[in-house]
């Protein structure tokens, strides 16, 4: 089992950084991959980074490319997604997700947290 808490979410101004941040507790989250989404209102969730085992291999959506960036700390326990140059379009509910290391491919993570909001103004 695990248990994942986000943090770090809040109001900006267009142009501006945030930086998130997950705390996970639970067995093996070392060895399995990580994940950002989020979910605008009336939108579906949709998946904005995603980490493998190693740390080594971030992806993004086309839309935060450039401008987001994840980590993990494995040793700490905590994922992070640093996000700059902020828009209104990046205006949402961001979750952290973790799941094995197939989840990194396949997006099918488990386990979630209970979403932060991110709002961005103009």
């Known amino acids: 089992q695990v248990q994942l808490v986000e943090s770090g979410g809040g109001l900006v101004q267009a142009g501006g950084s945030l930086r998130l941040s997950c705390t996970a507790s639970g067995r093996a989250f070392s060895s399995g991959a990580v994940g950002w989404f989020r979910q605008a209102p009336g939108k579906e969730r949709e998946l904005v980074a995603a980490?493998?085992?190693?740390?080594?291999?971030?992806k993004y959506a086309d839309s935060v490319q450039g401008r987001f960036t994840i980590s993990r700390d494995n040793v700490k326990n905590t994922i992070s997604l640093q996000m700059d140059n902020l828009k209104a379009d990046d205006t949402a509910v961001y979750y952290c997700?973790?799941?094995?290391?197939?989840?990194?491919?396949?997006?099918?993570?488990?386990?979630w947290g209970q979403g932060t909001q991110v709002t961005v103004s103009s």
């Open positions: 997700a973790a799941g094995n290391a197939a989840a990194y491919y396949k997006n099918n993570f488990p386990y």
């Open positions: 980490l493998d085992w190693s740390g080594g291999t971030p």
